[in-house]
């Protein structure tokens, strides 16, 4: 593994307990402060650790999906108007009044960080994030479409067997469910937390900085803001229980031997980037942050390499659903790869044109992956295009369970 090494070896110096040192004149002092074994922060006895927004919509995304899937499984209509009331959280449409009034919603979060989609840091643009959030919306269009009673085919958006149960997929052989959970866990999930949340720009606006340091908590809580928008980013990864989304999937790329420090590396950057700011170590936080970037940033890239390569095996053996389903999955994960922030440049891995790119080299043709003959090599140039950007091998990444 050569991801970065140089870089991550350094950051990763901070140890569980930060000492005090000072230069010979003493100019200089590092706070000494204790780095907690689980994300546990209190004051006064109360916990001062809140996240509760970012789990309404991690159960909102999975509300969604679920929706779609059932009505695969059950043969029945995934209605457009109550997806899209779902996206926009109007309309009671999920079902638990905890998320209908949660306040919450999940497509004002999309595309919205403040480097990318308001400081414009990243390359984006007031009219990209209308775009993207248009082309979620399609994607429920595109559910609705395929259940409506058609089995699928090349051109034809429609309901396909996969084993014993039934997916949806649009005419060009895309999966619209994976699109969306894979794409959501990107333009909302991961733009939220490396662009939005962990930016220096919302950590330190205003007066932040000030009150954290001088502890001047928000109104009726036992946090400062700077607290609350760390937690914040964390809770996009690990609120619901850490099984949901990017969760998941750390795990998963955790479990390969080339990558396994990948879960711990994340977690402890967040402990110590949370105990540094209670500390008013602001030093140190940086340095989390960039920890977290690079290594939240690892996972889509290994992810969709993954399933690039299990789709191209699958058309071989299976040339259908089951391929299908896999490079929809891969189709998510690159659309992630442009909201990812390389450390040091405020900027994504790849930028819109790149990913974009490589989003319709997979679905050229006239039936997108029921050109099943020509789409082979295509998904191995992709592979061999991210795993070269992240320094790992496309057979370390296809190794990942």
Not at 186 to 203: E, P, T
Not at 246 to 259: P, R
Not at 328 to 345: Q, W
Request: glycine share 6%.
């Amino acid at each position: 593994m050569t991801l970065n090494k140089v870089l991550l070896s350094t950051l990763l110096m901070t140890a569980l307990t930060i000492t005090s040192c000072s230069n010979d004149d003493n100019s200089e002092q590092t706070p000494n402060y204790t780095v907690p074994a689980t994300y546990t922060f209190e004051r006064s006895s109360s916990t001062t650790v809140d996240f509760s927004g970012q789990s309404s919509r991690l159960l909102m995304l999975e509300e969604m999906g679920n929706n779609i899937k059932t009505a695969a499984t059950n043969g029945t209509v995934a209605s457009q108007s109550v997806l899209t009331n779902m996206y926009s959280n109007t309309n009671n449409a999920f079902e638990t009044t905890a998320l209908n009034t949660s306040g919450k919603q999940l497509k004002d979060k999309t595309a919205a960080s403040k480097d990318y989609f308001q400081l414009f840091l990243g390359g984006g643009t007031t009219t990209e994030k209308i775009s993207v959030q248009a082309f979620f919306e399609t994607q429920l269009t595109l559910a609705n479409t395929a259940s409506l009673g058609t089995a699928a085919s090349a051109g034809v958006a429609g309901s396909y067997l996969d084993g014993t149960s039934k997916r949806l997929f649009a005419s060009n052989g895309l999966e619209p469910q994976q699109v969306l959970l894979k794409g959501m866990m990107g333009a909302s999930f991961m733009d939220q937390i490396v662009n939005n949340y962990l930016s220096k720009n919302k950590l330190d606006e205003g007066t932040n900085k000030i009150n954290n340091t001088n502890k001047v908590l928000e109104d009726s809580k036992t946090y400062t803001t700077m607290e609350h928008t760390w937690d914040e980013a964390y809770g996009y990864i690990y609120g619901v229980d850490g099984t949901k989304f990017w969760s998941s999937y750390i795990d998963q790329v955790n479990a390969d031997t080339d990558f396994n420090t990948v879960k711990a590396d994340i977690n402890l950057a967040f402990r110590t980037g949370r105990a540094a700011i209670v500390a008013n170590d602001y030093t140190t936080r940086d340095a989390q942050i960039d920890i977290i970037k690079a290594k939240l940033a690892i996972v889509p890239a290994v992810r969709a390499v993954f399933y690039l390569q299990e789709g191209k095996g699958k058309l071989t053996t299976d040339k259908g659903a089951k391929a299908f389903h896999a490079l929809s999955e891969a189709y998510g994960f690159i659309i992630s790869l442009r909201y990812t922030n390389k450390p040091g440049t405020d900027k994504p891995y790849f930028t819109k044109a790149e990913v974009d790119a490589m989003l319709a080299t997979m679905i050229s043709g006239t039936n997108g992956f029921w050109d099943i003959d020509t789409l082979g090599t295509k998904l191995d140039s992709i592979s061999v295009q991210i795993a070269t950007k992240f320094g790992f091998t496309v057979a370390q990444a296809a190794t990942v369970n």
